[in-house]
């Protein structure tokens, strides 16, 4: 069971990711093939974007897990001792924070729009929009996994 955790844990994000990037890019060539051909489909358009929005939002949470986010580092690297490892800390609060707000508020959003369909496919919209919450809630785990592993070992060590 642990493995399987473990598993799971160290790469959902990038199963997922390869599933998305892989039906976006099946979808987008039968949309342009079928449009080769002079029958296009209308669906390919909507499902494109909605593969491309929840792969967005998978790779945010990936981003997290990995510290692949763009940093400016050049004031916490100046600083001295445990006050510069105590920076990684207090953006893995603020972030955390700031993710929390958006799982709620993103179940608010889901919550509002569930009750619409999308245009062409027809799919709740409750559906699409739900990674808003997914994604926060990866986040989440995400950054109080960094903290725990990485920061809070670094500033107990400076």
């Known amino acids: ?34 449009r080769v051909l002079r029958n296009p489909f209308t669906w390919t358009e909507e499902a494109a974007r909605l593969c491309f929005i929840w792969l967005i939002f998978t790779g945010l949470s990936y981003g997290t897990k990995y510290d692949k986010h763009i940093n400016v580092t050049i004031i916490t ?10 920076m990684p800390v207090f953006w893995d609060i603020v972030s955390l924070v700031v993710f929390l707000w958006v799982s ?9 729009m569930a009750g619409s369909l999308t245009p062409v496919l027809q799919i709740n919209q409750g ?11 990866l986040n989440c785990i995400r950054i109080v996994e960094k903290m725990v592993t990485v920061h809070i070992p670094a500033l107990r060590e400076a």
Do not use: C, H, Q
């Not at 508020?105 to 509002?112: H, N, P, Q």
């Not at 559906?127 to 809630?137: E, H, K, L, N």
């Open 1 to 34: 069971m642990k493995k399987t955790w473990k598993l799971i844990n160290d790469n959902l994000e990038r199963w997922v990711m390869m599933v998305l990037f892989v039906a976006l890019f099946a979808i987008v060539m039968l949309g342009v093939i079928s």
């Open 77 to 86: 690297d100046k600083l001295p001792g445990k006050l510069g490892a105590a």
């Open 104 to 112: 709620f508020y993103g179940v608010e959003y889901i919550l509002y």
């Open 127 to 137: 559906i699409t929009t739900s990674i808003v919450g997914i994604s926060a809630i």
